[in-house]
């Protein structure tokens, strides 16, 4: 391709973007194309990614020569006890995941941006009556059926300012699926942004989590409008996260987006600093009852191996705590065990005036542990405890825990699929059935998704 067309792919996007706005969430969606020339192919197996490297077995490791010899290459790399169960799983050169700007922009000559994913999923029964909406299982709360989650479209300008001046940017998401009536702006008190009625098709509908306008100047960074939450450390986006299913914590104790204004300083090493101000939890260019709250905290490495964030939200948090102040904070432990295994401890906090309003003390305690196989396999558990006053009748506190199995599978660079097994138990099933409509809380849960990025 020539500059004139690139000059026009650039306009397109400008054009289809100029409306719309920007987020931090940009993980699963990066093209490298560090190395190459314009307009030459990117090729997967140049980054080796089958456990060998080049002082093993050369130029030649992505080739079945290598890969397919289940240990010799791993022996002769001197791993420890001679085996790589990465290694047995066959070769696995997924290459760079394809993505809408790849074609349009593949020398990255664009400074706009634009992407997104589908997500399928099957879950068996939950701890709720088939086809209603409940809360302790998260998303995952229309079971025994094929389900479209999440189906979304992202489009964005990264503010990148040079090192004496300033730029500017913006995020704009838009969602369908059975995922968006909890994506939705639902800590507003009228039907504003896309809380709106219209937004909902049965147990289908829309949502627009994120619009917003991002300023960069030197170590700082501003976005303002509507946003992701900094709490906690599962997120919405399905590609973001290793299980299908969510923690009690993630859905019952965290806001999921915010309207306000959020400032970041990077200007340290090792550590960012986080402070705004937000209309309260969830809600969506509205202000309800009064919600005015701070947002902020900060992240840094601890050690080498061990990345620790803390961020709290204080302040009127609005119709979650009834217009009443109240006090939350998310602890996140990230570390690093070996070079395949990695350990999460998270554990949340809410506190809140729960007058006229249930659940206004809650405390969460999350454990998980993955362990990376190569580029197409790894596995994790997750252990969770979370506890609530309210759940089974006003002024009552009940305990919930809950195991997780699964395994995630990368058959191509832009596909994922998650299959896990989930036990949910609690000592006061009695007390939470007469609570909730006889309902067992008690069960085995297995589920499975497929995701698609581009």
Not at 63 to 76: A, E, H
Not at 224 to 240: C, I, S
Not at 399 to 428: C, D, M, Q
């Amino acid at each position: 391709m020539n500059v004139v067309k690139w000059t026009m792919g650039c306009a397109l996007i400008a054009m289809s973007a100029n409306a719309l706005g920007q987020s931090a969430v940009q993980t699963a969606f990066n093209y490298d194309l560090t190395g190459y020339e314009c307009g030459e192919p990117a090729c997967g197996c140049e980054e080796p990614s089958c456990g060998c490297d080049d002082g093993c077995c050369g130029d030649d490791c992505c080739d079945d020569s290598c890969c397919s010899d289940c240990c010799g290459c791993c022996d002769s790399c001197g791993c420890s006890g001679g085996f790589c169960l990465g290694d047995c799983l066959g070769d696995c050169c997924l290459g760079d995941p394809w993505t809408v700007m790849s074609c349009i922009d593949p020398c990255g000559c664009c400074d706009y941006n634009m992407g997104g994913w589908t997500q399928f999923g099957y879950h068996s029964d939950t701890t709720r009556l088939s086809n209603s909406f409940g809360d302790l299982l998260a998303f995952n709360d229309v079971p025994d059926g094929l389900r479209w989650h999440q189906q979304w479209l992202y489009f964005e300008k990264v503010a990148d300012a040079p090192a004496c001046g300033a730029d500017w940017g913006f995020r704009f998401d838009i969602m369908y699926g059975t995922d968006a009536q909890k994506t939705q702006a639902f800590g507003n008190d009228s039907p504003v942004w896309d809380a709106s009625a219209g937004f909902d098709r049965g147990i289908y509908g829309w949502a627009m989590p994120q619009a917003y306008l991002e300023l960069a100047m030197g170590d700082w960074n501003v976005i303002a409008g509507h946003f992701f939450t900094l709490v906690g450390y599962e997120v919405v986006t399905a590609p973001d996260n290793f299980f299908y299913s969510h923690s009690y914590t993630m859905f019952n104790s965290e806001p999921f987006t915010h309207t306000g204004v959020l400032a970041t300083y990077s200007g340290m090493d090792s550590v960012d600093f986080y402070a705004g101000w937000t209309a309260g939890w969830d809600t969506g260019f509205d202000q309800a009852l009064g919600g005015s709250n701070f947002l902020g905290g900060f992240s840094t490495n601890l050690t080498d191996d061990v990345a620790f964030t803390y961020i709290l939200t204080a302040g009127n948090f609005g119709l979650r705590s009834a217009g009443n102040s109240g006090y939350s904070h998310s602890l996140v432990f990230d570390t690093t065990l070996s070079e395949n295994l990695n350990y999460v401890l998270q554990s949340d906090l809410v506190d809140y005036n729960d007058a006229g309003v249930g659940f206004g003390h809650q405390v969460g305690i999350n454990q998980y542990l993955f362990y990376t196989l190569n580029d197409c396999w790894a596995a994790g558990t997750r252990i969770e405890w979370w506890k609530s006053n309210g759940v089974a009748g006003p002024g009552n506190s009940q305990s919930f825990w809950g195991i997780t199995y699964g395994l995630n599978y990368k058959p191509h660079a832009n596909i994922v699929i998650r299959p896990e097994v989930r036990h949910n138990f609690t000592s006061g099933d009695v007390a939470y059935a007469n609570a909730n409509g006889g309902v067992d809380f008690d069960q085995t849960v297995f589920g499975i998704d497929g995701i698609f990025t581009f």
